[in-house]
């Protein structure tokens, strides 16, 4: 049973990584998408991550991952899935819930304080995008608690491809937020100049949003222990949270195993 279970198991591996390099290979998504339709209901969090690391040992280059990143994630969109008997990414001021709660004041920002103000003009709009950008760039901390405090776990029990993927995107989404924050800084400047570029950065971290909510923390609450989320918890408030501290915070008796 169990070499049925690792052929099948291969197979589906093998799938995942043929459509992926068909996308390398400039085929059309919307065939993509359909092949993967025919062959799977959904993939979990796991799979992503073992075809990833595969794609980097078979010498295809971070940056060609990173950039099918985007699209592979558009792909799975909803058939992402994995099942867990507790939820910690619900239990208040657990890290994963910190995530997940800075993940949808993230969107909360877009949404309510820059994204209106792409659609007038004058000088107070153009403000008001200063100010609701300026509280966007906060997100820095919420990327560095994510490289600096749970990829090194990751990595430490061999999972490499999603940590090297995401810290690049990420260092992407810091270079072009500052691009977009010198131009805003430009008094000349009108909203109508600035408008694409603050598009499509904001696509940027909506996507990483969802690879984070629907890959990452799967994966963390699937690979991490008690003691590295102690350890997590502990270290957090150095680096700082997006925007506001949680209001609840997280304690467990610690321990020495790890």
């Not at 197979?11 to 998504?29: A, N, S």
């Not at 794609?55 to 792909?75: F, N, T």
């Not at 760039?137 to 608690?145: A, C, F, G, S, V």
Request: charged share 30%; with cysteine; aromatic share 6%.
């Amino acid at each position: 049973m169990s070499e049925l279970l690792n052929n099948t198991k291969e197979k589906r591996q093998t799938i995942l990584k043929g459509l992926i390099k068909d996308l390398h290979d400039g085929k059309d998504p919307e065939l993509v998408k359909k092949a993967f339709k025919e062959h799977f209901e959904s993939v979990s969090t796991q799979e992503i991550s073992e075809m990833e690391q595969a794609l980097i040992k078979e010498e295809l280059p971070i940056e060609e991952v990173q950039r099918l990143c985007d699209v592979h994630a558009s792909i799975f969109g909803g058939s992402v899935s994995d099942i867990h008997k507790d939820d910690l990414s619900e239990t208040p001021g657990h890290p994963l819930n910190v995530l997940k709660t800075e993940n949808q004041r993230i969107e909360t920002v877009i949404e309510a304080e820059i994204y209106p103000y792409l659609e007038q003009v004058g000088n107070t709009a153009l403000l008001m995008l200063r100010v609701g950008f300026d509280r966007l760039q906060e997100i820095d901390k919420h990327y560095t608690r994510k490289e600096q405090l749970f990829f090194p776990y990751l990595e430490k029990k061999g999972i490499t491809g999603p940590p090297q993927v995401m810290w690049g995107v990420d260092d992407e989404i810091r270079r072009e937020m500052k691009s977009v924050r010198t131009r805003l800084d430009d008094p000349t400047i009108q909203v109508e100049a600035i408008k694409e570029a603050v598009l499509a950065i904001t696509k940027k971290i909506v996507d990483m949003v969802f690879k984070e909510n629907t890959i990452l923390i799967p994966l963390l609450a699937d690979t991490l222990n008690l003691y590295n989320f102690i350890k997590i918890a502990e270290a957090s408030d150095e680096i700082g949270y997006f925007l506001e501290k949680p209001a609840v915070m997280w304690h467990v008796e610690s321990t020495d195993s790890e």
